[in-house]
């Protein structure tokens, strides 16, 4: 019942939000009491986890079609689901300070999207991904729509048609596997994983599923839709985008790839490891050159995600335990990015970094909270981003010191931008101007994601257990195929 929970308490409390169209202070106060409810649930499936996974519901569906409401959790699911129980909370408070406009509506489609990604993480069954898959979009496609900010239709089309054709591909490659199951057919994620399926049919079906995913983090070259996005999309929607929503790629990869077609992913791993450290170069270089706050936080979550899908190919323990791990420090990291580029958009009028700089001295508690997050973004030690990058940096290392090297570049160029993006906001010589510094609300938000940070830093091993017994699983299943 407790993972049925996770669905049903956002999905009621949603749909309550637009049946009484409550006033925005009672609206964001419901939604934040379901954030913290789901968020009680997922702590506790996290404190009694056995290390098994779990399978808690099962019910046939549509049999013909192989489909069934299956419902459960790994050590892989799990960490997904505690990613995005933590990370809720600190999503619907953003509305507290940065408001975008009938709260009722604005909380219900964030928690209907909270619903379907809480399914996304449990779903056992490939269809079921499939429809909490599309499911989650769509609030946040209506988000975009109405709250976003200039050119916001052309640019949230374009983010449509995107996760369509990846969607689309998604569904036929589903299709496609579950009829090579025996009859009676079945997509459960048991019978896809036990396919043998010939290596000329991985290969091609490697593609039709990878691509699904690839435009979801997104890395190069499927990922033109996401800088305009970000940059356009009102705060809470770019947190759901890049912290969280972006993540059902890697989860994506791990669950379909690297289960049903093993042997397209050997055949197709260098590849797939080249462009996605070309991109997160390139999204490095380009996120130094920007000139908007916002934006340069985006190209900056593009060269992220690029490197923890290059740590995941390399397919050895360190590669994917650490790119697996960096998708809780990233999506904590985007949340504090996210939140600070609200906070000086609300001062200042704006993402021109321009309009910036100087404003240490009168904002010393902002410019203080701030250095912190940088801190984290850089991967100092004793932060949470430190043990992934370490991990990850050894996964390239493994499979090839040359590949490493690009790690170490983009470990350079993420210091370089993120130091830089401080000195433009906070530096230099005093500015004359009325800023206020960070006020209680604001502490309120960022202090608790600060200590999450630290704590996670100091110890990684809360989130690794969770990952460790898969990546071994997965590990020994590539072994035997060679």
């Known amino acids: 019942m407790a993972l049925l929970a996770l669905v049903l308490i956002p999905l009621i409390a949603a749909s309550l939000l637009l049946a009484m169209r409550p006033a925005a202070a009672t609206a964001r106060g419901l939604a934040l009491v379901s954030t913290l ?24 569906w549509v049999p013909a079609w192989g489909m069934r409401f299956t419902i459960g959790y790994g050590g892989i699911g799990l960490l997904m689901l505690v990613l995005t129980g933590v990370l809720f909370p600190f999503i619907i408070g953003t509305g507290y300070k940065q408001p975008v406009g009938d709260a009722a509506l604005v909380n219900a489609l964030l928690l209907y999207s909270q619903a379907a990604l809480f399914g996304v993480f449990m779903a056992q069954n490939a269809f079921l991904f499939y429809i909490f898959f599309e499911l989650s979009l769509i609030p946040i496609f209506f988000l975009l729509l109405r709250w976003g900010g200039e050119h916001k ?15 689309l591909a998604l569904l036929f490659s589903i ?41 979801k983090m997104p890395i190069f070259p499927f990922h033109s839709w996401q800088p305009e996005t970000y940059t356009m999309a009102p705060t809470q929607g770019t947190m759901v985008l890049s912290a969280i929503m972006g993540k059902m790629g890697i989860y994506g990869i791990v669950v379909f790839l690297f289960t049903i077609v093993p042997i397209g992913t050997a055949y197709w791993q260098h590849l797939v490891i080249g462009l996605s450290l070309f991109g997160a170069v390139y999204a490095a270089v380009i996120a130094f050159r920007q000139d ?4 340069l936080v985006a190209y900056s979550s593009m060269s992220h995600l690029g490197l923890m899908c290059a740590a995941l190919f390399t397919w050895n323990a360190y590669g994917i335990s650490g790119g697996l791990y960096q998708t809780f420090a990233h999506g904590v990291l985007m949340v504090c990015l996210f939140y600070i580029a609200g906070m000086m958009e609300q ?9 910036m700089g100087g404003l240490k001295t009168r904002m010393p508690r902002f410019a203080l909270l701030f250095m912190l997050i940088v801190g984290n973004a850089i991967s100092m030690p004793l932060t949470q981003s430190f043990p992934g990058e370490w991990l990850m940096f050894n996964g390239l290392w493994q499979l090839n010191p040359w590949i490493a090297l690009a790690g ?20 230099g010589p005093d500015r004359d101007v009325a800023v206020a510094d960070a006020d209680g609300e604001e502490h309120f938000m960022l202090v608790p994601l600060i200590a999450i940070i630290f704590l996670v830093g100091l110890f990684p091993n809360l989130v690794l257990q969770l990952v460790d017994a898969p990546v071994q699983q997965l590990l020994n299943t590539f072994t035997s195929l060679h």
């Open 37 to 60: 409810l789901t968020l009680a649930v997922v702590l506790w499936l996290w404190y009694t986890w056995a290390g098994t996974a779990v399978t808690a519901y099962s019910l046939d």
């Open 153 to 167: 239709r052309a640019i949230t089309i374009r983010f449509f048609l995107y996760t369509l054709l990846g969607g």
């Open 175 to 215: 299709a496609y596997a579950t009829l090579q199951t025996p009859a009676p057919h079945s997509a459960d994620f048991s019978a896809l994983a036990a396919l043998q399926l010939p290596a000329a049919t991985q290969q091609w079906l490697f593609w039709t599923l990878f691509l699904a995913f690839a435009i």
């Open 292 to 295: 908007d706050f916002k934006r």
């Open 347 to 355: 001062r200042v009028g704006g993402n021109d970094l321009a309009r």
């Open 408 to 427: 170490v570049v983009l470990i350079v160029l993420g210091a370089i931008y993120m130091l830089y993006v401080y000195q433009r906001v906070l530096l």
